[in-house]
T-cell receptor, first 116, second 112 residues
């Protein structure tokens, strides 16, 4: 298998502050990681694709200046929610792409962000 | 054309029964079809996956049936257990997994 961790699992922050979420691939190297947002009882919404050593690719409608992504190494990608507002409260999930014959995505456990 | 349509939205099955979830796609460029299982408050976990060159893949109680001509694939959970109660997402990807489209999800409840 393949293990992806996320930290923190839960975070509460005040409106206007920034919060950083880390995503790590623990037992494999990942050139590509993905960041998703999931609303209650809904599917996963891809926010951006994170590529090691280069700029992230954001999906349409996702503000790149608000959701800063850094993929500094082959095992770590970070998502920083800047100037958070209550509407940013959500479940954020990362995944790491394990390349090989099938190129499988392995997901982290998710981070519950609450902005008060 | 990029959509993956998943049904049903929710499903209730008796313990020991068979759970069946269906997905359909339009883009014939998709070349990898995984299924994910997600428990509340957790990230999705890869359950089983299939490539279009085979029509069926079985792993334990989980089987994927794939119909390339109809552009449909389904997940069958045999001998369903209460512990299988979760949300299941089908997905389809192309381009080496760099673009994955997820279905809307099916909430499965297995009654004891």
């Amino acid at each position: 298998g393949a293990v992806v961790s996320q930290h923190p699992s839960r975070v509460i922050c005040k409106s206007g502050t920034s919060v950083k979420i880390e995503c790590r691939s623990l037992d494999f190297q990942a050139t590509t990681m993905f960041w998703y947002r999931q609303f209650p009882k809904q599917s996963l919404m891809l926010m951006a694709t994170s590529n090691e050593g280069s700029k992230a690719t954001y999906e349409q409608g996702v503000e790149k200046d608000k959701f800063l992504i850094n993929h500094a190494s082959l095992t770590l990608s970070t998502l920083t929610v800047t100037s958070a507002h209550p509407e940013d409260s959500s479940f954020y999930i990362c995944s790491a792409l394990k390349t090989g014959r099938t190129h499988e995505q392995y997901f982290g456990p998710g981070t519950r962000l609450t902005v008060t | 054309q990029q959509q993956v349509k998943q049904s049903p939205q929710s499903l209730i099955v008796q313990k020991g029964g068979i759970s069946i979830i269906n997905c359909a796609y339009e883009n014939t460029a998709f070349d990898y079809f995984p299924w994910y299982q997600q428990f509340p408050g957790k990230g999705p976990a890869l359950l089983i996956a299939i490539r279009p060159d085979v029509s069926e893949k079985k792993e334990g109680r989980f089987t994927i049936s794939f119909n390339k001509s109809a552009k449909q694939f389904s997940l069958h959970i045999m001998d369903s257990q209460p512990g299988d109660s979760a949300t299941y997402f089908c997905a389809a990807s192309t381009g080496g997994g760099f673009k994955t489209i997820f279905g809307a999800g099916t909430r499965l409840f297995v009654k004891a």
